[in-house]
């Protein structure tokens, strides 16, 4: 549900070549919120001369809402041009590692 409102608020601010959303939440020792955790990779032209401070600066700004309403306690952002994307050597999202708090299951 919140990962769909990302998506639809994100397709109304930029255009994008790839866009990809991962909620993390379930790798968090979280019980009472299910969608706290994301992690966003997003390729577009959009940050051609921005630099990646202003980049996430201007994702967080699109999506603040969802900081207080959806209670969202991290949110990780790749972003990228088409032609950095393009270059990068390792195109495979980085897997986030288990919350220290997280009992194995």
């Known amino acids: 549900m ?3 409102k990302i998506i639809n608020l994100l397709q109304k601010k930029i255009n994008y070549e790839k866009l990809k959303i991962y909620n993390e939440s379930k790798k968090h020792n ?6 706290s955790h ?4 997003i390729v577009s032209n959009y940050f051609i001369n921005i630099d990646i401070i ?4 201007k994702i967080y700004s699109w ?6 309403k ?13 032609l950095e994307w393009k270059n ?9 590692p288990l919350c220290k708090n997280k009992p194995n299951s």
């Open 2 to 4: 919140i990962k769909q």
């Open 30 to 35: 979280i019980t009472h919120n299910k969608n």
């Open 38 to 41: 994301f992690k966003i990779l």
């Open 54 to 57: 202003d980049r996430h600066r």
């Open 63 to 68: 999506l603040s809402i969802f900081f207080f």
């Open 70 to 82: 959806y209670k969202i306690k991290s949110l990780s952002i790749y972003a990228y041009t088409t």
């Open 88 to 96: 990068k050597k390792c195109k495979s999202f980085f897997n986030s």
